[in-house]
């Protein structure tokens, strides 16, 4: 039941592409017509419109100025394809009718956009657990004049609701803290690494002991005239044989232990 956000950043205005077609061609799937949805959270509830339809083998760009007029000032625009229509209110995040896969999944573009350049991957995102945590750490920083570094965590949980966090971000080298600082379930939180004082020979780790999410790393040369976007994987999918979720708890307990921010 994946959603896809449109993101944003700054210098940035975000873009995202649904397609109405299979990502393989091994496993079953309806060619029918879709909805085309927007959901996000209003005064403690979800609101889903539907924005049209999209034929099978088809594909729909939809950008920020789409629905920065249907949704609330900071709230979450989540876009999804379903075959029947979505209700209007609800108090937990929909259960979509719609095709899926299982390797790859069904993914859209998301991308962010400025006057000169445009960077995305392939994403989607299904709600988190309220009681998970998140341990990532990030070779991807770029460094030098005119460059900027920012972390976006991208939540989404059943409820609607914009619960507040705490972000810890320290050197994996010296386990100092670098930077703290809140972020809500629900939305792309937008972090500035500038002032944590990172290098090249810094390897950063995030660590949020009460919110999953997906973190995503933006970069962004000379106010937006180029951009990067990378984002990296739990740590258990980089477990091959065994329990790969028990390798991620031992993991987690260990940073979680090492890199206390009460030092």
Known sequence: MSYYPILNAPYCSGETTLYNFPPNNWEPADK?????????????????????????????????????????????PLLSLSKSMLPRTSKELPVLNCNHTVVPAYRSTLSLKSDSATTSYQGE?????PQASLL?????????????????LL?????PQNRMVEVEIYDAHSKLMKKKQDAYSNRVNIISLGDAE?????????????????????????KGKLLSLEHTHPPASFVVHGNRFDVQKQLKQYWFSQLRNDK
């Open 136 to 152: 990532t750490f990030s070779p991807f920083l770029q460094f030098g004049v005119d460059i900027e570094n920012y972390l976006l």
């Open 32 to 76: 029918v017509n879709q909805y085309v949805n927007l959901t996000f959270t209003q005064d403690g509830i979800w609101r889903s419109l539907t924005l049209g339809n999209l034929d099978y083998q088809a594909y729909k760009k939809i950008d920020n100025n789409d629905v920065t007029n249907l949704i609330p000032e900071g709230a979450l």
């Open 198 to 222: 990172f290098d090249e020979q810094s390897l950063p780790v995030v660590i949020c002991r009460e919110m999953a999410a997906i973190p995503l790393y933006f970069s962004s040369y000379k």
């Open 125 to 129: 995102v299904n709600p988190f657990p």
């Open 155 to 159: 939540n989404l949980e059943k409820l």
